[in-house]
């Protein structure tokens, strides 16, 4: 029996430790950031057959065979369908910021998407705004109406936006909704989403889950972004998702959540709706050829004198895209920056250009919620205030709800509003969409909505937090020491 049993242990201990080996090889040889890398090592060699079953889960961009090919078949269409833009709407840069240029050169080299001119914007702070606005504009609509939203959550004016889709298929209207599989996946088992569908709307689960799926992609992969678009002609991203604050999370004790859109018309649009379009065709499975002979794709007149480039991300995109970009920006600030993001886990790039912009003169503010939905992200985000308050960064915890909104002015010259938080899951993991607006008059009102904001928040006094208790300051670094994977 004591034979039985040595073979037996020797055996699980070999295996375990020819697996920890392997992965932490697999880990190493994959080059990626040095605190991501440590991140899923520790995890591996700390935590015997779990690490590696974790590992497995989502230590890798797997998206899974059919999609990253469809994903790759069908990019160099979408990129040179929405590059021919750039010939019917050129930017004048010598009218604007200099900085701006290398920005949209390095997004064309990594998107393939030009900026494109003659756009008008208005933003949109309030979630009762929002949705009437979406609602009267459904109902107006003669042609399309197409939704790609993380989360649709039932109750209030998202169900009254539930309505107003339904009335537009009852008039002819096509109406499409895109709805991440994790995110809407009360919604999707709902009364609501039958009726919807059996009424004649259009509802395509995105990246959707499973148990046996979990063997073949990774489950944490997500739609986040947040677009609207009416006939074609109107749009709307940000980071408001199709929930009614009053209804939505109540019991977490965070407050009602705040979010900022924006309401586009122009060039722009024509963009998202190819972006919107690429998205469902490769849900669906279907060519982007067929996008020829579709009805709604047409071209936009000049609507304002905004520049704006359109920066869709995510897996299977292109590799750190929207990261390297993030980066660019905040070097390139000279006199401001200002940034708002509810998930504030910076990896050691972003905390350097933070810190580098503050020691160089520039007014750096950075406004995240007081109180946060995750208790993890929360930790980790405290864990760098102690250093990028000694390098002059100001940080401004929000006191009037969940601070949801995305957003970074530069200078008060240009701006970027979008769906992108300031953590390794947006840079990395999720499908997102951002707004680079290159106009001052834009951002002037965007600048004036962070006022708004800081009016709302406190100063952190550095002193003070210095002085929290050694059991906070543990929990914080047990918490950054995941950070790289939140």
Same mark, same amino acid.
Request: aromatic share 10%; with cysteine; proline share 4%.
């Given at each position: ?37 440590? %991140?899923?090592?520790?995890?591996? /060699? ?74 008008? *914007? ?51 209207? &096509? ?10 996946? #009360?919604?999707?088992?709902?009364? /609501? ?12 689960? %995105? *990246? ?40 939505? &999370? ?26 919107? *379009? ?33 920066? #869709? ?39 350097? %250009?933070? &810190?580098? %912009? ?43 709800? /969940? ?84």
């Amino acid at each position: 029996m004591d034979k039985y049993y040595w073979i037996a242990t020797t055996s699980i201990f070999l295996a375990d430790l020819a697996i920890r080996i392997g992965l932490s090889l697999r880990v190493i040889m994959r080059k990626r950031a040095a605190s991501v890398t440590l %991140a899923w090592l520790v995890i591996i /060699l700390l935590l015997p057959f779990a690490g590696a079953i974790l590992y497995l889960l989502f230590g890798e961009n797997r998206i899974g065979q059919r999609r990253a090919e469809h994903i790759a078949n069908n990019l160099p269409y979408f990129k040179n369908w929405v590059s021919n833009l750039e010939e019917r709407h050129q930017v004048n840069w010598d009218s604007i910021n200099p900085e701006c240029r290398p920005i949209d050169a390095q997004a064309y080299s990594i998107i393939g998407l030009p900026t494109v001119n003659g756009n008008e *914007l208005d933003i949109i702070e309030e979630a009762v705004t929002f949705f009437r606005t979406l609602i009267a504009d459904i109902d107006q609509a003669k042609k399309t109406c197409f939704l790609e939203f993380y989360i649709w959550h039932e109750g209030g004016m998202a169900d009254e936006v539930a309505a107003a889709l339904i009335r537009a298929v009852s008039r002819g209207v &096509k109406c499409r909704v895109l709805l991440d599989s994790i995110g809407s996946e #009360p919604f999707l088992k709902s009364g /609501l989403f039958e009726e919807m569908r059996n009424k004649g709307v259009a509802i395509t689960e %995105a *990246l959707p889950a499973g148990f046996f799926r979990a063997l073949f992609v990774r489950l944490d992969l997500r739609n986040h972004r947040k677009i609207a678009l009416i006939d074609g002609e109107i749009g709307y991203t940000g980071s408001q998702n199709l929930v009614d604050p009053k209804y939505f &999370k109540q019991e977490e004790n965070v407050g009602q959540w705040i979010d900022t859109m924006v309401r586009v018309r122009g060039p722009v649009v024509e963009k998202m709706t190819a972006t919107f *379009l690429f998205d469902w065709y490769v849900e669906n499975s279907v060519s982007l050829n067929e996008l020829k002979d579709i009805e709604e794709i047409k071209p936009i007149r000049k609507s304002g004198d905004a520049p704006v480039q359109l920066v #869709p991300s995510g897996p299977g995109y292109t590799e750190d895209g929207i990261y390297d970009l993030l980066l660019t920006t905040l070097y390139a600030a000279r006199k401001e920056l200002i940034l708002t993001t509810p998930y504030f886990v910076p990896d050691n790039a972003i905390l350097a %250009a933070l &810190k580098s %912009a503050a020691r160089r003169g520039v007014d750096v503010t950075i406004i995240v919620p007081k109180k946060n939905d995750s208790k993890l992200v929360h930790y980790a985000s405290r864990a760098r205030y102690g250093e990028l308050t000694r390098s002059g960064v100001k940080i401004m915890p929000f006191q009037g709800g /969940l601070l949801h909104s995305k957003t970074i002015t530069v200078d008060n010259d240009f701006s970027l509003i979008g769906s992108v938080n300031l953590d390794m899951r947006s840079f990395w993991l999720n499908f997102e969409l951002t707004l680079f607006v290159y106009n001052r008059e834009f951002t002037e009102q965007l600048r004036e909505v962070q006022q708004r904001y800081m009016q709302n928040s406190l100063l952190l006094d550095h002193q003070h937090f210095e002085k929290r208790s050694f059991f906070t300051r543990l929990k914080e670094n047990c918490a950054l020491i995941v950070g790289p994977l939140l």
